[in-house]
């Protein structure tokens, strides 16, 4: 009796449809332990994002990271240098992991994001001064960091990029959102250039959040929903939800796909200029009638990036449905948008909201992580002299 033929990794399959599985997710374990080796070899994972909410998890938990906690307070370092100093050190770990996969890509691939503190968020000189001290404490060169796509950011993102360093730009929501970092990116490659220093060293991804959107999108319709009693208008508002990231998310990649195509990046693409791939970040679902791997099976296609949680990444390689996904049926997106738009609901209002949402949730997260460091450090000291 043969054999079954044996069903190919979906996280692998994802590669050759032009997208890149990254792990939203770094811990010392997850690095030091071997875990995130086997991710690389056996999965394809090509990239690692982390952010204070994951390092207050990884830190929070388990006692991985006591010995170097005490070790640095020791030495005089504060409870936010303590933690500052933990994180390049995984990030900077990562790096080196992932460091055959981002030489053996040229560049494309292998990155691992660290993000500047919150404070930085509405503070243009303070993000770039930050993401240059971040870049240079981690020295790999496939170190990314991760900037707010604020308005504020924007031209952060711009000067560091035209730097020569690697810009993550992150909690971008809505269309202009994603328009003002891709041309940041455009600008800053012709800078360089206009320099006469090289662009083929510079990498950009742009974070583009899915979930979310799902999530605000979804109480804005259960509102109207409570207001109406026509059964066919309930059935036509509750039809829209669930449907607005991805739709969200579409119309992004359709712009995307338009720069490609474009005047400027036709003149930077001879000169070794890197694609700024659009990245799928908050792929994770929130609410649980919603399929596990949603987020991920709609947005499959080239130079896209998809990072992520651990959850996310087990079901979808168990069962997610890996196929070119992401530049079909846009006219339906743009239908469900202007379905949404029917209602009051503004797509450019969802992001502007979700993105002050998200620079607070980042603010609070590196506060967490930082009273998790000041109580470590506490406890480790009066068991020290105990």
Sequence with gaps: MATPARTENRLLQLKRLGQSPWLDSISRGLVRGGRLQRLVDQD???????????????????????????????????????????????????????????????????????????????????????????????????????????????????????????????????????????EAYLDALEERLSRDETIRGTSSVASFFVSRVDTLVDRELDARLAAVDDPAERRRIDALKGRAGVA???????????????RRWQMLAPAGGKVQRVLWASTGTKDPSYPDTLYVDELIGPHTVTTLPEATLAAFKSHGTPARTVDRHIEEAHRVLRELG?????????????????????AAAHAGVVDIVARKIDELRAREGA
Excluded: W
Aim: charged share 25%.
């Design 44 to 182: 394809g994972i090509g990239g690692v994002t982390s952010n204070p909410a994951i390092f207050e998890k990884a830190i929070g938990q388990g006692h991985d990271y006591d010995d170097e906690i005490l070790a640095l307070a020791r030495q005089g370092l504060s409870a936010p240098e303590v933690y500052d100093r933990l994180a390049v050190d995984d990030v900077r770990a990562a790096c080196d992991v992932l460091a055959p996969v981002y030489l053996g890509s040229g560049g494309e691939d292998g990155f691992v994001s660290i993000e500047v503190t919150p404070a930085a968020a509405h503070d243009t000189e303070l993000t770039v001064a930050e993401a240059h001290r971040l870049f240079a404490a981690v020295d790999r060169p496939n170190v990314m960091v991760k900037i707010p796509g604020t308005r504020e950011g924007a031209p952060a993102v711009r000067r560091c990029l035209a730097d020569g360093l690697n810009i993550n730009i992150t909690l971008l929501f809505s269309l202009s959102q994603y328009e003002a970092v891709a």
């Design 248 to 262: 969200n998310s579409k119309t992004v990649y359709e712009r995307f796909a338009a720069h490609l195509v474009g």
């Design 342 to 362: 029917g209602l009051g609901i503004e797509m450019e209002e969802v992001g502007r909201r979700l993105q002050r949402e998200g620079v607070d949730l980042f």
